[in-house]
């Protein structure tokens, strides 16, 4: 056939198809929407004839009728430097993609630190997407309040600010932080610090939690408490302060450390190789996330493992049911698990 003739060839329909195929029309439309209820000899069947067809969906049409974008978007209140630096972000997003593949949903990124004009704000509310996924939101973080109040929302984490009528998706940073320190605990440490998140959002201060609720069972008083921001530059310098306050006689020597983040863990490391101090023997460090940190320093990180793919997942899944009219689950809480290496 010639190229003209070709571009004047009446597209496809979705009647066609299904003839084509053998099968009703609504089980062509739950393949081509990505639906998954659907035998694997029909989906092949469907694929075949949309391939011998040369079948392109209508999207427009489709949105047109359905006032669907088939757009997701993925909130993300932090700068780039964070976002690329951040081995959390990547499994997270890893996670929400192998979802979506699954469906006919694109994702749209969205990365802002503030929204002081209102950009990302006017660009969810304004019918470009059909819902939107916030991970690492902190207080200060308003805006997200007016875009939950225009677009179904899914958080990753507990939200800073929580409503009754919100869905997240959480690890139980609570949990992991008395799983952590309860470890060290065991192994014999007393004198246990703890760098922490930011206390603007909720894993940082659920993790905190965690750890002083395990130290008061004990009947132990915290070592030093102090903020790494959940940055390994964070992470360094708040060791840097723990050193320093200990020279000045303001604290004890610390014999271990519950480091709220595995990125914070390296900080401290490289900080007190510095210093002369040896991991896990003068200090033990256990870490959090059981990144790909975790076994790229040296020593390798005892840490609680967040199982941050399956968290993106499930808030994929949670707005796609969102999405479809169902009622999932308002809250899911995933478990936060020991990984012991070596140091501590």
Do not use: C
């Not at 060839?9 to 081509?32: D, I, K, M, N, W």
């Not at 796609?320 to 809480?333: D, F, K, W």
């Amino acid at each position: 056939m010639s190229a003209d003739a070709d571009a004047g060839r009446v597209p496809a329909t979705l009647e066609q198809v299904a003839a084509r195929a053998g099968v009703s029309r609504s089980t062509v439309s739950r393949v081509v929407n990505g639906g998954e209820r659907v035998s694997p000899e029909a989906l092949e069947a469907v694929r075949r004839a949309i391939a011998e067809l040369n079948y392109v969906p209508n999207r427009a049409a489709r949105s047109l009728a359905s006032r669907l974008t088939h757009v997701i978007a993925l909130v993300v209140p932090e700068d780039t430097t964070r976002f690329f630096g951040d081995p959390f972000f990547a499994a997270i997003v890893t996670g929400i993609s192998n979802r979506l593949s699954r469906s006919d949903h694109m994702l749209n990124l969205i990365i802002a630190s503030d929204d002081p004009g209102d950009k990302a704000t006017t660009f969810l509310a304004g019918g470009n997407v059909d819902g939107a996924l916030v991970v690492s939101h902190h207080t200060s973080d308003t805006y997200i309040d007016r875009i939950s109040a225009s677009v179904p929302v899914v958080f990753g984490g507990r939200p800073a600010r929580e409503r009754v009528d919100d869905y997240f998706v959480d690890v139980d940073n609570v949990a992991g932080g008395r799983v952590a320190t309860e470890y060290l605990l065991s192994r014999g440490h007393r004198r246990i610090g703890t760098i922490t998140g930011p206390p603007d959002m909720p894993a940082g201060v659920d993790r905190l939690t965690g750890f002083r609720d395990a130290l008061a069972e004990a009947g132990i008083e915290a070592g030093p408490v102090v903020d790494g921001d959940f940055t390994s530059v964070g992470g360094a310098a708040a060791m840097r302060r723990i050193i320093e306050s200990v020279d000045r006689g303001e604290a004890e020597w610390p014999d271990a450390l519950f480091v709220a983040s595995d990125l914070m863990a390296r900080g401290a490391l490289e900080v007190l190789a510095t210093a002369g101090r040896r991991v896990p023997d003068d200090i033990a460090i256990i870490g959090f996330d059981d990144s790909p940190v975790a076994t790229s320093v040296a020593p390798a990180l005892t840490t609680i493992r967040q199982p941050s793919l399956e968290q993106g997942e499930a808030m994929a899944e949670i707005l796609l049911a969102r999405l479809a009219g169902q009622s999932p689950p308002r809250v899911t809480i995933l478990p936060a698990d020991l990984v012991v290496r070596d140091s501590a």
